[in-house]
T-cell receptor
Framework: AQTVTQSQPEMSVQEAETVTLSCTYD???????LFWYKQPPSRQMILVIR??????QNATENRFSVNFQKAAKSFSLKISDSQLGDAAMYFC???????????FGQGTRLTINP | EAGVAQSPRYKIIEKRQSVAFWCNPI?????LYWYQQILGQGPKLLIQ????????DSQLPKDRFSAERLKGVDSTLKIQPAKLEDSAVYLC????????FGPGTRLTVT
């Protein structure tokens, strides 16, 4: 069974600084997708960034980028120039090519200090 | 484009009572999901529909939970009877490719 692990229950960072959230996963599949979702107090899950496993290039979306290490099964999220609006729970998620359901990690609560 | 709609946003019931949640997916999305998110955890899939057929309900506690998706559009999730451990946020999502989530229903069972 596929599992996703986020080992940092909480992280905090000063506004305008950079923070990295960690995620590891376990799978025997070769074709899959990895995601980072943001969940603010409103509870709405918002897709931040997506990475296809067959792509060697790390995905980037504005201030958000990932470090995808397929051999190590590691998928970290880097947030540059942190803003107060980035404060939320962040979930790492996995989906393999042949399915649509997402498997989520336990989440990391990110606090931004002004 | 309208997002995934869910109601109610909050519900408080006593144990052994029944409760129902409603979800209206994004128009044209064939796949609909119900996730359970217990406080401090990531969402866990309860059931996945493709149109009005069930694709995956392996983690749905079928002795008390039921779900339906009539006409392949709206869906309802029911719990009967509720237990204390059912207190959670119930998220509905729909997809054509990527999943889009609704705002969730926070259920408190006392």
């Amino acid at each position: 069974a596929q599992t996703v692990t986020q080992s940092q229950p909480e992280m905090s960072v000063q506004e305008a600084e950079t923070v990295t959230l960690s995620c590891t996963y376990d799978t025997s599949e070769s074709d899959y997708y990895l995601f980072w979702y943001k969940q603010p107090p409103s509870r709405q899950m918002i897709l931040v960034i997506r990475q296809e496993a067959y792509k060697q290039q790390n995905a980037t979306e504005n201030r958000f980028s990932v470090n995808f290490q397929k051999a190590a099964k590691s998928f970290s999220l880097k947030i540059s120039d942190s803003q107060l609006g980035d404060a939320a729970m962040y979930f790492c998620a996995y989906r393999y090519q042949g399915a649509q359901k997402l498997v989520f990690g336990q989440g990391t609560r990110l606090t931004i200090n002004p | 484009e309208a997002g995934v709609a869910q109601s109610p946003r909050y519900k408080i019931i006593e144990k052994r009572q029944s409760v129902a949640f409603w979800c209206n997916p994004i128009s044209g999305h064939a796949t609909l999901y119900w996730y359970q998110q217990i406080l401090g955890q990531g969402p866990k899939l309860l059931i996945q529909f493709q149109n009005n057929g069930v694709v995956d309900d392996s983690q749905l506690p079928k002795d008390r939970f039921s779900a339906e998706r009539l006409k392949g559009v709206d869906s309802t999730l029911k719990i009967q009877p509720a237990k204390l451990e059912d207190s959670a946020v119930y998220l509905c999502a729909s997809s054509s490719y990527e999943q889009y989530f609704g705002p969730g229903t926070r259920l408190t069972v006392t």
